[in-house]
């Protein structure tokens, strides 16, 4: 008998029995959505969280936990436990070893997004994704205290262009009644689509944020006053009084050890330098625990379907005792009844898988830019990969496998068993 008939057998076969079959197939399909969900998830978080900053040595900002400091300063996430001043970002900005900074300050939202004060060192040396820079899809840097650049998801769902006003408010909320009405910031620029937190962010220079903060009536008395700033808006002729953190690039890459020993140490100040790249690792190693729970969760539940699987052969054994005595009699071996409840089973499991793998790549697709939107944290590599292709391979055989529980029973029952009538 060729495989083409074994398979148009056992689909006859499931059709047959197709309230049996459907229920059979979800359970398979729910857990191995549920075990592909999970770890997808885990890996897309990783990889996009990995990608958000590279290039950059320290991360400095007041003394609190790496990890929190590594939260609020790249991922937008948190508040800090105190500013730090501008003495001490100038002490270590002067350093011998240091080749650029970063200043970064927070504290201010738009209509939910993050509001980062910041000069243009953060447009020439912030690099992403394994070293690429920031662009501009539209206009230019901010050379202005009243001028703004968006990122893309801002512009995009908050369907800015440039040439409009927005205004800032003090807090995090997302409707504010601390907003700075009297100092409205012009759009003058779009940043290019990251993939980042920075996509969801709102960059204004330190003078600006200042000056929304300041006694004054108004940005545009702050503008008149202060000194000219050149096109690129380097910040570095302005002083802010304090700022939330800062980043750090060094000539030398082997010197940031004792440059970090040097910061945490810092007597004038209470600071403290992070290597982002062992913050992140001491960050998935804080959530490695609930990760593995959830994988060993999911891999029961894994279980549990391929059981339902099992249960479901098992219990119409006895229902099809004359079907089999039938193709017995019809001329097929012990062999032929064997492989058909054998292939039946991988049926069950390839489809059941297939049917899995496409709930959660429809699931994942519609709730990626809703996690990205509410949370800032996008959700990379949600395609099929080789990794899910190991795990689909695997369920199958693992089903094929429990298919020879209730073949081999199927096998040893005699012609006559199914033929005789039983009282």
């Keep these: 008998m060729s495989i083409a008939n074994f398979l148009s057998l056992a689909w006859q076969s499931l059709l047959s029995r197709r309230a049996t079959a459907l229920l059979t197939i979800l359970s398979v399909a729910l857990s191995v959505a549920l075990f592909l969900g999970v770890d997808k998830i885990r890996r897309s978080a990783e990889a996009s969280f990995e990608a958000t900053i590279s290039g950059t040595d320290l991360i400095v900002g007041a003394r609190s936990g790496q990890i929190n400091l590594l939260l609020y300063s790249v991922f937008r996430i948190g508040n800090a436990t105190n500013n730090i001043s501008w003495d001490s970002y100038e002490a270590v900005a002067n350093r011998p070893e240091v080749e650029w900074t970063i200043p970064l300050s927070l504290g201010d939202s738009h209509k939910g997004y993050r509001v980062l004060g910041t000069n243009g060192s953060y447009f020439q040396h912030f690099e992403y994704g394994g070293g690429r820079s920031l662009s501009l899809a539209e206009g230019g840097r901010f050379n202005a205290p009243d001028d703004v650049v968006l990122g893309a998801a801002v512009a995009r769902e908050l369907n800015y262009s440039l040439g409009d006003e927005i205004i800032i408010a003090h807090g995090l909320q ?8 009297d100092d409205p910031f012009t759009v003058v620029g779009i940043l290019a689509p990251t993939g980042t937190p920075v996509d ?90 609930a990760e593995t729970a959830l994988l060993a969760i999911s891999g029961f539940v894994v279980m549990t379907g391929l059981l339902c699987l099992l249960t479901a052969i098992l219990t119409s054994l006895n229902e099809r005792r004359r079907e089999v005595a039938v193709l017995r009699a019809a001329g097929a071996q012990r062999g032929h009844v064997f492989s058909l409840l054998i292939v039946e089973s991988a049926l069950v499991g390839f489809i059941g898988a297939l049917v899995g793998a496409g709930f959660i790549y429809g699931g994942l697709g519609i709730a990626g830019p809703i996690i990205e939107g509410r949370y800032g944290v996008p959700l990379a590599n949600l395609g099929p990969s080789l990794y899910d292709l190991m795990i689909l391979g695997g369920v199958v055989g693992a089903a094929t496998l429990l298919g020879a529980i209730p073949a081999w029973r199927a096998y040893q029952n005699a012609l006559s068993d199914g033929l005789s009538v039983k009282l």
Excluded at 174 to 181: L, M, P, Q, R, Y
Excluded at 226 to 255: C, H, Q
């Design 174 to 181: 997302s409707v504010s009644f601390a907003e700075h009405k």
């Design 200 to 289: 969801r962010t709102v960059h204004v220079s330190l003078e600006g944020l200042d000056a929304v903060h300041a006694d004054f009536p108004s940005a545009t008395l702050v503008r008149a006053r202060a000194p000219a700033v050149d096109e690129a808006m380097s910040g570095d002729d302005y002083k802010a009084e304090s700022i939330t953190a800062f980043m750090v690039g060094l000539k030398n890459r082997a010197l940031v050890l004792r440059l970090q020993r040097d910061i945490n140490t810092y007597e004038d100040e209470a600071l403290l330098g992070i290597i982002p790249g062992i913050a992140l690792a001491e960050l998935w190693s804080v959530v490695g625990t």
